[in-house]
T-cell receptor, first 110, second 111 residues
Framework: QKEVEQDPGPLSVPEGAIVSLNCTYSNSAFQYFMWYRQYSRKGPELLMYTYSSGNKEDGRFTAQVDKSSKYISLFIRDSQPSDSATYLC??????????FGTGTRLTIIP | DVKVTQSSRYLVKRTGEKVFLECVQDMDHENMFWYRQDPGLGLRLIYFSYDVKMKEKGDIPEGYSVSREKKERFSLILESASTNQTSMYLCASNGWTGEQFFGPGTRLTVL
């Protein structure tokens, strides 16, 4: 079993819809949770960074962590075609190597 | 803004060649990482370094080595390139906050 599991998709939604991206993890010691956006042939770009359980909002993006169920979510409101990318979740214990999900490919249809 | 740069965006090499991939970060980060990314396999950690001249093996170190002579620079070396090392190589760094920042990647093709 992988330490971080992510549905690879692909996921297609119409422009303006709310997108929900999810990951589960197995290591209860993980404390830090990140979401990255990766456009084709580019490096991953850090979108959201959260510590422990709770919600964090940044513009149209909300990251949610539920440590009791080991569930990580990213919500995108008012989705735009420019949000079309692969989204990667990642976790670690602190200031060291990350464990990544395999990524979900998202397409926003105009 | 954190800046992580990689020496090449695209590289084509022949089997058996020695390949150097260079990474530089400008934020005085302690930790640096090399990953490879392949379809269906996601990001896999090759090597990482916590300090100058320090290195730790990641999940798939076979066929690779690294060098960190200066804090800002972390090099990945393929001693004798093979076709199964054709991949996207990504360098990353993080500081004390743990947020990890990536470079643009090097797409390496080994013929």
């Amino acid at each position: 079993q992988k330490e971080v599991e992510q549905d690879p998709g692909p996921l297609s939604v119409p422009e303006g819809a709310i997108v929900s991206l999810n990951c589960t993890y197995s290591n209860s010691a993980f404390q830090y949770f990140m979401w990255y956006r990766q456009y084709s042939r580019k490096g991953p770009e850090l979108l959201m960074y959260t510590y422990s359980s709770g919600n964090k909002e940044d513009g149209r993006f909300t990251a949610q962590v539920d440590k009791s169920s080991k569930y990580i979510s990213l919500f995108i409101r008012d989705s735009q075609p420019s949000d079309s990318a692969t989204y990667l979740c990642a976790s670690n214990f602190g200031n060291e190597k990350l464990t990544f999900g395999t990524g979900t490919r998202l397409t926003i249809i105009p | 803004d954190v800046k992580v740069t990689q020496s090449s965006r695209y590289l084509v090499k022949r089997t058996g060649e020695k390949v150097f991939l260079e990474c530089v970060q400008d934020m005085d980060h302690e930790n640096m990482f090399w990953y490879r990314q392949d379809p269906g396999l996601g990001l896999r950690l090759i090597y990482f370094s916590y300090d100058v001249k320090m290195k730790e093996k990641g999940d798939i170190p076979e066929g690779y080595s690294v060098s960190r002579e200066k804090k800002e620079r972390f090099s990945l070396i393929l001693e004798s390139a093979s076709t199964n090392q054709t991949s996207m190589y990504l360098c990353a760094s993080n500081g004390w906050t743990g947020e990890q920042f990536f470079g643009p990647g090097t797409r390496l093709t080994v013929l």
